[in-house]
């Protein structure tokens, strides 16, 4: 189980050294990665919103920008809006997603 988005903001930020921010980082995003293949549904969101915290620290987020798609196209309004704003950053001119 992977934890939630204040979760692993205080992992983040409770890093001593660089080492220790890309192990936790690598970890969660393994733990996405895993989520979306799954299609587990009701974390969806979360996992959205974790993945756009890691990809402002710089790191790649790229894997995500279908699952946004697929928030959008929900009828949950908090889905939309995580949906849109991960559509906004993930995606870039150079895509042809849509």
Same mark, same amino acid.
Do not use: W
């Given at each position: 189980m #992977? ?9 983040v ?7 220790? *921010?890309? #192990? ?5 995003? %393994?733990l996405?990665?895993? %989520? ?8 969806r969101?979360r996992?959205? %919103? ?7 620290? =710089?790191y790649?987020g790229?894997? =995500?920008?279908? *699952?946004?798609i ?6 949950d ?5 995580? =949906?849109?704003? =991960?559509l906004?950053l993930?995606l870039?001119?150079k *895509?042809?997603?849509?």
């Amino acid at each position: 189980m #992977s934890m939630k988005l204040k979760e692993l903001i205080r992992a983040v930020r409770a890093s001593k050294t660089a080492a220790a *921010e890309r #192990s936790v980082v690598s970890q969660e995003l %393994a733990l996405i990665r895993t %989520a979306f293949k799954e299609e587990q549904l009701e974390y969806r969101n979360r996992n959205v %919103a974790k993945l756009l915290f890691v990809h402002m620290l =710089g790191y790649p987020g790229h894997f =995500g920008q279908m *699952e946004c798609i697929k928030l959008i196209t929900s009828n949950d309004f908090s889905d939309k809006r995580i =949906g849109y704003l =991960g559509l906004m950053l993930l995606l870039t001119e150079k *895509e042809e997603v849509l």
